[in-house]
């Protein structure tokens, strides 16, 4: 499989990049919104690390996504019978989906922050909150960062139903140019 993309298909660091953003935002969504179902103490905590440790990975991916992108663009979109605004609208998706995928994760960190936590970097060390302890600003911070990943799970699912419908009822290469072989 080609690194690159070609007029055909992504190659596989754009796959590659993609799929594990993906993992990640289930992961720190599903954590973000069941973590206090885990018993208090240590499986909390736990689930605490890997939430966060998740959405500093996505913002390190999307950065190196976009790095790449910049010398590496995408192949052209497929052609539908819906028209052009449909591209239009794919743009703006994605745009907002990339926006998301780095807004959701700082307004995560700024939470963090606002409750005078320290900010976990993959268990190698931490970065102390930069403002003391602000209860009302941590609980807007926090509501902030739920509806943000809220939205962003709303609008991937969506993304990945338009993948879905591009490939069963379109019949074109939307999805199997984002799959691996």
């Known amino acids: ?24 935002v289930v992961v720190g969504w599903v954590l973000g919104t069941f973590g206090d179902e885990l018993a208090r103490g240590p499986a909390r905590a736990a689930g605490l690390f890997v939430h966060i440790s998740a959405g500093l990975a ?17 192949p052209p979109p497929e052609r539908t019978p819906v ?15 990339y926006a998301l995928l780095f807004a959701v994760p700082i ?24 403002w003391p302890k602000d ?3 941590a609980s807007s911070a926090k509501e902030v ?11 991937a699912a969506g993304h ?7 490939h069963w009822i379109f ?4 999805l199997v140019r984002m799959l691996p072989g």
């Open 83 to 97: 028209g052009p605004w449909a591209d239009h609208a794919a743009r703006g998706v994605h745009y907002a989906l």
């Open 145 to 155: 960062h739920e509806v943000l990943a809220n939205g962003l799970v709303i609008l």
């Open 1 to 24: 499989m080609q690194l690159r993309n070609s007029p055909m298909r992504y190659g596989a660091v754009p796959q590659i990049l993609h799929w594990l953003v993906a993992v990640l």
């Open 171 to 174: 019949r074109d290469r939307t």
């Open 58 to 74: 996505v913002i390190a991916l999307m950065a190196m996504r976009l790095m790449w992108r910049v010398g590496d663009p995408p």
């Open 107 to 130: 307004a995560g960190i700024v939470a963090q922050f606002a409750r005078g936590d320290a900010l976990p970097i993959f268990g190698l060390f931490e970065i102390a909150s930069p």
């Open 160 to 166: 990945a139903a338009a993948a879905l419908v591009h």
């Open 135 to 137: 209860r009302a600003f």
